[in-house]
């Protein structure tokens, strides 16, 4: 299980908020298009968005300060989708690794179906490292961005986890799931025999979220479900949901389906 001391998690991320704020650039200075009828308004409109908006152009060229920006954007994202998670990150945090059937990380890409399933092996493994029958089973996937779940698991499962046992629930055993989609949860639901299954799983990357994070959430989950019977909370990363926010909703909703016995459109909050 992954243990970590809640109140430095809560401190660390305090500290980064505070931080950038500090360190935030003024947005009159990211406007680079002279002579703006309104600037005003559009340095509060650039304050308020992370798109490429009052960038400007050198004739037909994008400026030199954008370009580089955005191409070091594109890398980010890149890295995100191609790269692994780092065998030292999974270690840390005790998670044991259970592969889809997709051989390669470009199988993966190219063969989502393959990226929702377990061969026979694979799910012998998971059914015989898990607890079965628990309240809660929660998993890492890899999902389209490695660095959403470098950036993110280590603060807001501890939160998840603890909250979850406060509300009197029982959790079973974490793992991660390399070249993982999000179906896969459909088929770990029914080898551990989970009432409610969480999978925590990287997000395709844009040019400015290379490290978003979604949780999937399934009562009952089983293989063919239906997508809208899935609850799901996105963009968790540090410029939107941060992961310590994230983990204490996460706890909250998954109770609110463990009561209901529903999730997806069908549940009422």
Known sequence: MINMDIETIVKDVLEELANSSAKQEPAKEEVIVPRFQNPKAMENMIQKTSARIGIGKSGARLKTKTL???????????????????????????????????????????????????????????????????????????????????????????????????????????????????ATMDHVSKIVNSKVTCVLIGERPGLGSAESMSAYIAYDAYPGMIESNRSVVSNIHKNGLNAVEAGAYLADLIELIFKQKVSGVDLKK
Do not use: W
């Open 68 to 182: 580089l920006k955005l191409r070091t954007d594109q890398a980010a994202a890149v890295d995100s989708v191609m790269l692994d998670v780092s065998d030292d990150y999974l270690d840390r945090l005790n998670l044991f690794t259970a592969k889809t059937k997709c051989t390669s990380r470009n199988e993966h890409l190219t063969r989502p179906d393959l990226g929702r399933e377990f061969s026979e092996e694979t799910s012998k493994g998971i059914r015989e490292k898990c607890l079965q029958g628990p309240d809660v089973q929660i998993y890492v996937a890899d999902g389209l961005s490695s660095k959403a779940i470098e950036a993110n698991i280590d603060r807001l499962m501890p939160i998840l986890t603890d909250a979850l046992k406060e509300k009197g629930l029982s959790i079973g055993t974490p793992f991660f799931v390399k070249y993982g989609r999000v």
